[in-house]
C-alpha cells in the first residue's frame, strides 16, 4: 500500500511510538495524580515527563499551561466555549475545518458571536491587511488554521499577529504540528490546538491546547482532578482546570515518542523531505491537460497536502480506483472543509486529497503521479 | 528523613508537586516525594518532603518559579504543624 492519506491520521508512526505504549501500559499505568501508591506516581511522573516534553517541543516556557485533549477539534472547543462570551465579534478565515466553522457557526445561532469570515485566494492565499480590516472594537478573537486540510495552504499568522498584538489569536496547528516549526512564543500564538495523531506521530485520542499567560479560559467540562477533591468547585488553576477525568496515559506515552522522534529527525529535515515529495507530485500532475491542481501548487507555500481533481472524473471514483486498481490510499470529497472548497472553487463535487509524511518515498510519488495519469487518459 | 528536622509542602495538584522535584533537582535541593500524611489534607497523593536546612532556597525557588504552594507544615515527632510563613 502507498500510504497517501496523513493529513487525516499519519500512518506508519515511528516504532517507538507503539513501543512507548505498550511500556506505559505495562509498567507504569496506574492513574496520574490519584494516589500515592508507586504506580500511581509511576504515572504522574509520566505525564508531567510528557508535558514537558510536548511544551518544549512549542517552547511553551510554562508546561502547566499545556493541556491534554482528546483531539484538536475537544481543544477547538474547549478554546471557543471557554472564552468567548455574549457579544463578542470573531475573525477567521474561509480555509478553516469544520472543528473551527461548526462551534464558531453553534456560537453564531445561538446569537453569542457574532462572525466575521475574511474570504482567501483561490490559491488558498490570506492578505494580512484584510484580517486587519476585519477587527471590530468588539473583536475578541481570531482565529485561523496554520495549514489548510484540503490544499496544505500555509497562512501568515507571524504576520497577522505582528497586525494585531492586542487581539488573542487561536492557531489550529492540526496540520502543521510536527510538519512546520512552531514556536508559540516567536509566532505570537495566545491559543494553540493541536492533534497528537497526525504529525507528532502519536496516536489517537492525543491533542492539545495551550494556553499564553494572562488568558482565562472557562472549563469547559468539570469532574475529578485528583485536586481539591474537598471542593464542589472545580479547581481554577491549570492544568486541573481543563483536564477533568483520567487522561489517556498510554497514548500520551506514545505521542512523547513521537515527538522525541521529530526532535531527533529535527522538523528541518522533515520539512525538507515532504516538500522534495510535494514538489514531485506537483510537477508530475502539472503538465497533464485533464488534471487539475488546487491551491498554491508550490512546495514553499503549502504543507505536503496536494488536492487534485480530473476533468470529467467525479473524486470519489478516482479515490476508488487509486486504492483498488493501484493500492494507493487518499481521500475524497469535502474533507470536512466546505466553506474552504468554496474558496478553492471545488464545491461541492470535492476534491482528490494526496498528503503525505516523513515515511513516503519518491518512488511512491512517482507511481502515483503515474496512476493519475493513467486514471486520467481514461486507462482504467 | 528524621522526623524533628523535616519540612512538608504542600502543592495544589500533582503537576505542581513534579514540578518541585524537577526544579530542586536542578538546583541541588535534596527533596523526598512521600505520600499524603494521613493528617494533612490533600488528595493528590503526594507531598514534598525536605530538611529545615533546605527551607530557604526551597522557598526561594518556589517565588522564582511561580510554583503554587498551597501549605508548609513543619513535622515534630509525628506530629504536623502548619508553619505561617510559607513566603
Known amino acids: ?380 | 528523613m528524621t522526623e524533628e528536622t523535616t519540612y512538608v509542602l504542600i502543592l495544589p495538584s500533582i503537576h505542581y508537586v513534579l514540578k518541585v522535584e524537577k526544579e530542586a533537582k536542578a538546583r541541588s535541593i535534596p527533596i523526598e516525594l512521600i505520600p499524603t500524611p494521613r493528617q494533612i489534607s490533600t488528595d493528590c497523593g503526594m507531598v514534598v518532603e525536605f530538611r529545615a536546612i533546605h527551607r530557604e532556597p526551597l522557598l526561594r525557588m518556589l517565588i522564582e518559579k511561580e510554583i503554587p504552594a498551597e501549605g508548609l507544615y513543619h513535622r515534630k515527632k509525628g506530629e504536623f504543624e502548619r508553619s505561617q510563613r510559607l513566603r
Request: aromatic share 4%.
Open chain 1, 1 to 380: 500500500m502507498i500510504y497517501l492519506d496523513n493529513a487525516a491520521t499519519t500512518f506508519p508512526k515511528p516504532d517507538a511510538v507503539w513501543e512507548a505504549v505498550l511500556t506505559c501500559g505495562k509498567e507504569r499505568c496506574g492513574n496520574p495524580g490519584r494516589s500515592g501508591h508507586a504506580l500511581a506516581a509511576a504515572a504522574a511522573r509520566e505525564l508531567f515527563s510528557v508535558r514537558e516534553a510536548v511544551a518544549g517541543f512549542f517552547n511553551i516556557a510554562d508546561s502547566s499551561r499545556l493541556v491534554f485533549t482528546l483531539n484538536a477539534t475537544a481543544a477547538l472547543n474547549t478554546a471557543l466555549y471557554g472564552l468567548l462570551r455574549e457579544g463578542d465579534h470573531v475573525v477567521t478565515s474561509s480555509l478553516e475545518h469544520n472543528s473551527v466553522m461548526r462551534p464558531l457557526h453553534a456560537l453564531e445561532r445561538k446569537g453569542v458571536i457574532t462572525l466575521t469570515m475574511v474570504p482567501c485566494g483561490r490559491g488558498g492565499e490570506l492578505d494580512p491587511d484584510d484580517v486587519q480590516k476585519a477587527l471590530r472594537p468588539a473583536t475578541r478573537l481570531v482565529v485561523l488554521t496554520h495549514a489548510s486540510n484540503v490544499c496544505g495552504a500555509i497562512l501568515p499568522i507571524r504576520e497577522i499577529k505582528a497586525l494585531l498584538p492586542e487581539i488573542p489569536l487561536l492557531v489550529d496547528a492540526a496540520q502543521s504540528a510536527g510538519v512546520l516549526p512552531i514556536d508559540v512564543q516567536a509566532l505570537g500564538i495566545d491559543l494553540l490546538a493541536f492533534s497528537g495523531h497526525k504529525g507528532l506521530f502519536g496516536p489517537m485520542g492525543t491533542g492539545g491546547l495551550y494556553t499564553a499567560p494572562g488568558l482565562k479560559l472557562s472549563s469547559l467540562v468539570q469532574g475529578g482532578t485528583g485536586s481539591r477533591s474537598e471542593q464542589l468547585e472545580h479547581p481554577d488553576f491549570l492544568p486541573d482546570l481543563l483536564e477533568a477525568g483520567t487522561p489517556n496515559l498510554p497514548g500520551l506515552s506514545g505521542l512523547r515518542a513521537g515527538v522525541e522522534f521529530l526532535a531527533q529527525q529535527g522538523i528541518a529535515t522533515i520539512r525538507d523531505h515532504e516538500m522534495r515529495l510535494t514538489g514531485l507530485l506537483l510537477e508530475g500532475l502539472a503538465g497533464h491537460d485533464k488534471i487539475r491542481l488546487h491551491g498554491p501548487a508550490d512546495p514553499q507555500a503549502q504543507t505536503a497536502v496536494v488536492s487534485v481533481t480530473i476533468d470529467g472524473r467525479d473524486p470519489g471514483a478516482v479515490a476508488r480506483s487509486l486504492d483498488r486498481e493501484y493500492g494507493i490510499a487518499c481521500r475524497a470529497s469535502l474533507h470536512c472543509a466546505p466553506v474552504a472548497h468554496r474558496t478553492l472553487g471545488t464545491f461541492p463535487q470535492g476534491t482528490v486529497r494526496l498528503s503525505m509524511s516523513f515515511f513516503n518515498t519518491e518512488a511512491e510519488i512517482k507511481e502515483t503521479v503515474r496512476a493519475l495519469g493513467d486514471i486520467a487518459e481514461g486507462k482504467i
